[in-house]
């Protein structure tokens, strides 16, 4: 339901800062600018320098004030934007004011919900929006700008199209009594379904690679002291610094390290806390880095070419999934004079490398990303999260199971229903009311 209140948040981040931004949508927030500013004329879409007054027509502060008339702006309704300074007791000021001018406070993400209810954006372009600010990496950037500008969304809109061509065609083919179905309608609908499975797998594969940049993995490190964990570190750190962003529930006291590696955010574990203790605080801190572990993608197995796996790393290795990707890694090459190289035999992925010279580094790297399965050459890269990634995985079932039946239409007919509405969950097409309401609580205010 779209709640027709006029809303305020201030919508730059808590501190102290040159400008800050209040913003509000709503209704009739022309006569509410003119009120603040004591002007007599804002023009729409056009930055009007002025003081604002509080209602004692006392200045409480000056800057900018911008006049978005609906439904050309981003939630649909009237929205002004006032850029005052970026203090945040002027900013309480204006904000005070636009309260005794009849707004109310906006709940967590009420902007970016009554953009997506004024279909002014989709569901994913407002998730995009949330993931944005979060980014981690300059590629999660342009991969979240991409989704906001509705690269995603396009592609999502595209299979559907097809989905919903087949759905028209096999249920239109349905009203016909069995035997009258001839070949050629039979050979059209195992096309078109054909070419359906290609692009939604297609599809499926990039919304993989963007979950991934989404969400970043976890690799666990296990390795004896002084086989160079921190070099690694420090080597594989070279290509990006990760913005490390201090985000309430993370394990951050077991992560060791950030790195990015093609624009992927690596969480790095580090294993050398743990090991058979009684003190009762250790536990704790091994129960974390067991659990982190066990939420792991990938595994890399530090050795001193010149000393192998001790029994410690054994302990450990125990510890760890056993199906669980493992890279081993063999460091220290400068002194034992082995080549920089990838070795796969009997399953097992081996890098020869030296953390202190980066000679083979760059192979770990792609090694790392391989074993992930993000694909570096993938150029179209949009942002996506695990809930797109979960109903696209229902989609795809749904149409692989009209494929192996499609002799039977009116199976196929039901599949073909299912697939196409895991799709529009997707892009919020119908998406229920206590599932937007989770979507949008986890935006900040004044998003
Ligand atoms: P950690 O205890 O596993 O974190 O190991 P460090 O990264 O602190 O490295 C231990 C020692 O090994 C340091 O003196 C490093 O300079 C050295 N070291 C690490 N990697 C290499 C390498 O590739 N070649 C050589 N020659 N020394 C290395």
Sequence with gaps: MLNQDNI???????????????????????????????????????????????????????????????????????????????????LHMVLKRCLELGCRIAEPGEFSRRAYLNNKIDLIQAESIIDLIHAESEMAVKSALKSLSGTFSNYINKVNEQLI???????????????DIEFIVEAKIKNKLEILQT???HLLANTKQGVLLNNGANIVIVGRPNVGKSSLLNALANE??????????????????????????FNLIDTAGIRNTDDVVEKIGIERALHAISNAEMCLVLLDDSIGITPEDDDVLAKIPQELPL???????????????????????????????????????????KLIGFDSA?????????????SMNKAVHHIDTSFTNWHNLEILAEELRYAHSNLTDITGEFTADDLLGEIFSKFCIGK
Aim: aromatic letters at 8%; charged letters at 25%.
């Design 8 to 90: 305020v948040a201030i919508a730059t981040a808590h501190g102290f800062s040159g400008v800050g931004v209040v913003r509000v949508s709503g209704k009739s927030l022309l006569s509410f600018a003119l009120t603040i500013t004591h002007k007599s004329k804002i023009n729409p879409r056009v930055a009007t320098y002025s003081e604002f007054f509080d209602s004692n027509h006392e200045v409480i502060d000056s800057g900018l004030i911008l006049y978005f008339p609906s439904p050309k702006s981003f939630t649909g309704e009237d929205v002004l934007e006032i850029q005052g300074h970026g203090s945040p007791v002027s």
């Design 165 to 179: 061509n087949l759905r028209m065609f096999v249920e239109a083919t349905l009203d016909f009594p069995e035997e």
């Design 199 to 201: 692009e939604i797998k």
């Design 240 to 265: 990006e610094i990760a913005i490390v962003t201090d985000i309430a529930g993370t394990t951050r006291d077991i992560i060791k390290e950030k790195i990015v590696i093609n624009g992927v955010v």
């Design 327 to 369: 890279i081993y890694i063999h460091n220290k090459i400068d002194i034992t004079g082995v080549r920089a190289k990838v070795e796969k035999k009997d399953k097992q992925t081996r890098v020869y490398l030296s953390a202190k010279t980066h000679m083979g580094v760059q192979l770990l790297r792609n090694e790392i990303l």
């Design 378 to 390: 993938c150029k179209d890269v949009f942002i996506a999260r695990t809930r797109h990634l979960e």
